[in-house]
């Protein structure tokens, strides 16, 4: 499915200096305030914050997120009340987002009054102003307070959104501009799609009290009543979900573990270290167990590696899921690279951004206008030259969000191997020369155990991360010799070239990391990493003059520069295997049941045709074959993970998520099945 562009709001000032859509001919909030109005209506019209109270997590789903003051308004008050939910999820979709320039404007604007409502959102709006994402059609996670505080954006259209969600909201916030200015935001498509959003007892509330809305909740479960308005309006409507008959979830996956106390992380790569990462922030205790003697021992132990976002003319899964990872990995990762993670040692790496080379200026140019400048640039030759600081390497897109990092550093520091870790704090615990040769099941808790059946960890559920060996360790499935959860993986063979400061000296180096087909990345020393092979079949662990070669040739495509083989030695670098599917896009999260068999008769099997339905084994989830684009994928799949066991929102379309789920194989294999009858 394509990804629409996204048209930012048009924002002026009315007569009263109260913020105005131009293109809805309407106010986004009431002339009284709209701190003292979200307050009102959204907040005490849902009975918070007592109704969030001593819980460990809270959803809020609200349909028109517009200036964000009404979600600057619960995070507030979030704060403020010391019995608050553990953790706050939010969750909001906007088709005309305002930009980052506008914000900041009416922010300035609307929260220039110095009380305390103000003085106290102040700051976070600040925040979110610096986490602002591009606006693209995707679904943006930004997170605040440790993570306590989770926002969820999808930029798009409202009743499109509500079918591509999977959430429990717990509260229901329903703004937007008037029904008689913007009837979609009241359609019927919209509060249709409501139920199999919304947790029993869910409560929603809005300002508007027409017909159609009270009509549309009514509909759809809820018991609607009016209640006092604000600011001059007599009053509002306030509703609670006690349906008849309970909906049946949209594309609810099986399996989540929502009490999970403690997890096995299987591996301690990236894949491993971002689960660890994503769960612990969860609550959860995580133990980490790595066979090798340390961490980041195999493919992601380059001494850097690149995070890039990807456009594409058809913006098909691949594209959107590694777009949706690249911002996510640059989210998390930059602080880390930057020094804004206060109290530790940087890690390694420079986030100035990435040129991609190759095609035409024109097309560039036609391709780039469908997305913001903040998320990609089409350069023509001389300014793609003038920024990369080397000659001739022509036109190029520009992602300005992008950089690279060393991911071996980046691993030790979520993990606590390094200056600056916090794994301890954090609750994850990382054992290394630890191998797991089998997991064993005893009651409701998973064993991983070595190869002679010893325990060496358990924990309520685990997760595979560890790259192809992931699949030795998944209960026989199918028939003998058939592959695990019918997954097509392969091993690709990979060799980097470091060449050294001094045998650069005098040379035009590049400012920043170049790539197409394969990459060329500026070290802090004066060195260049360049790279990398592909090889199937092939486990040679040494490095090859033929593959440094190969890399060299990549180095003088990109920047121009030619060097001839030195003697052996004086190059360095590293050879890795990637884990791939077949596909191309990582296995995220639970895996099917032994006897999800992949064809059965009539309803059974067209249901087993869709991953979403696909039955799954209790607490056993995997986040691997992330390939060639690791270091980018792996804080998305490690987000969907945690969100899955905990049952919290997914951070992803569920249009997506089937592109991704570790089930999407017995899935396919059904469809065959029922096709060949």
């Known amino acids: 499915m394509k990804t629409a562009p996204i048209a930012p709001a048009s924002i002026d000032f009315d007569a009263d200096g109260i913020p105005y859509a131009c293109a809805f001919d309407d106010r986004y909030h009431a002339g009284a305030g709209a701190l003292a109005q979200a307050a009102h209506v959204f907040l005490r019209g849902n009975g918070l914050p007592e109704r969030w109270r001593n819980r460990s997590r809270f959803v809020i789903l609200e349909t028109g997120f517009g200036l964000g003051l009404n979600f600057l308004a619960t995070w507030a008050a979030w704060r403020r009340d010391p019995a608050r939910s553990t953790r706050l999820h939010y969750v909001a979709i906007d088709k005309h987002p305002p930009t980052r320039v506008d914000l900041a404007r009416v922010h300035a604007a609307v929260l220039a009054a110095g009380d305390d409502d103000t003085v106290a959102v102040a700051p976070l709006a600040a925040r979110l102003r610096e986490a602002w994402p591009p606006l693209t059609g995707d679904l943006h996670r930004l997170a605040f307070d440790d993570e306590r505080v989770e926002l969820l954006l999808a930029f798009g259209d409202a009743g499109t959104w509500l079918r591509r969600l999977q959430l429990r909201a717990d509260a229901v916030f329903l703004d937007g501009f008037a029904p008689a200015h913007n009837p979609e935001m009241w359609s019927e498509a919209l509060f249709a799609a409501l139920p199999a959003l919304c947790a029993m007892a869910a409560t929603a509330a809005t300002w508007s009290v027409a017909r159609s809305v009270r009509d549309g909740l009514a509909l759809g479960g809820f018991e609607v009543e009016r209640a006092p308005g604000f600011a001059g309006k007599r009053e509002m409507t306030v509703a609670r979900f006690i349906p008849r008959h309970r909906p049946a979830p949209v594309a609810r996956r099986q399996s989540g573990l929502p009490g999970a106390r403690d997890a096995i992380v299987v591996g301690a790569g990236l894949a491993g270290a971002m689960a660890a990462r994503a769960l612990a922030a969860q609550g959860l205790v995580v133990t980490v167990l790595e066979a090798a003697p340390a961490p980041a021992s195999a493919a992601s132990g380059n001494r850097a590696g690149l995070v890039r976002s990807l456009v594409a003319r058809d913006d098909g899964a691949h594209a959107r899921w590694h777009r949706a990872a690249a911002l996510q990995a640059q989210r998390l990762i930059a602080p880390l690279v930057d020094g804004r993670d206060l109290g530790a040692v940087p ?20 391709m780039a206008a469908a997305w913001p400048a903040d998320l990609v640039q089409a350069l023509d030759g001389q300014a793609a030259e003038a920024l990369a600081g080397v000659p001739g390497i022509g036109p190029a897109w520009f992602f300005p969000g992008g950089g690279w990092v060393d991911p071996s550093a980046l691993v030790r520091r979520i993990l606590g191997g390094d200056e600056g870790g916090t794994a301890a704090a954090s609750g994850i615990g990382l054992r290394t020369g630890c191998p797991v040769a089998q997991l064993q099941r005893r009651g409701t808790r998973w064993l991983a155990c070595d190869a002679q059946g010893r325990p060496q960890a358990e924990a309520d559920l685990v997760v595979l991360a560890n790259a192809a060996d992931a699949a030795r360790l998944v209960p026989a499935t199918g028939d003998a010799g058939s592959p695990p959860c019918g997954w097509r993986l392969g091993l690709s063979r990979g060799q980097v070239t470091q060449l050294p400061p001094t045998l650069l000296r ?16 500026p070290l802090p020393d004066g060195g260049l990493l360049c790279g990398a092979t592909q090889s199937t079949g ?8 033929p593959d440094h070669l190969h890399n060299l040739a990549v180095l003088q495509r990109l920047a121009g520069l030619r060097l001839d083989l030195p003697e052996p030695g004086v190059l360095g670098g590293r050879v890795g295997w990637r884990c791939h599917a077949d596909d191309r896009l990582p296995l995220v999260g639970a ?8 064809a059965r008769e009539g309803a059974a099997g067209a249901r087993l045709s869709q991953p979403r339905h696909v039955p799954r084994a209790s607490g056993l989830f995997v986040l691997g074959a992330l390939g060639s684009r690791g270091l980018t994928g792996s804080a998305l799949g490690a987000q969907v993970l945690a969100a899955w066991v905990c049952d919290t929102p997914i951070p992803v379309d569920t249009d997506l998520l089937d592109a991704v789920d570790a089930a999407r194989y017995r899935a396919r294999d059904a469809r065959r099945g029922l096709a060949s009858r």
């Open 347 to 366: 890690v390694p790496g420079q986030f100035g951004g990435v040129l991609h080379l190759g095609g035409h200026a024109d097309d560039l140019q036609r």
């Open 591 to 598: 895996l099917p049941l032994d006897d999800a068999r992949p």
């Open 538 to 545: 092939d486990d040679d662990t040494s490095l090859r003059a």
């Open 506 to 521: 005098g040379r035009s180096l590049p400012r920043l990391p170049l790539a197409r087909n394969g990459y060329v990345i």
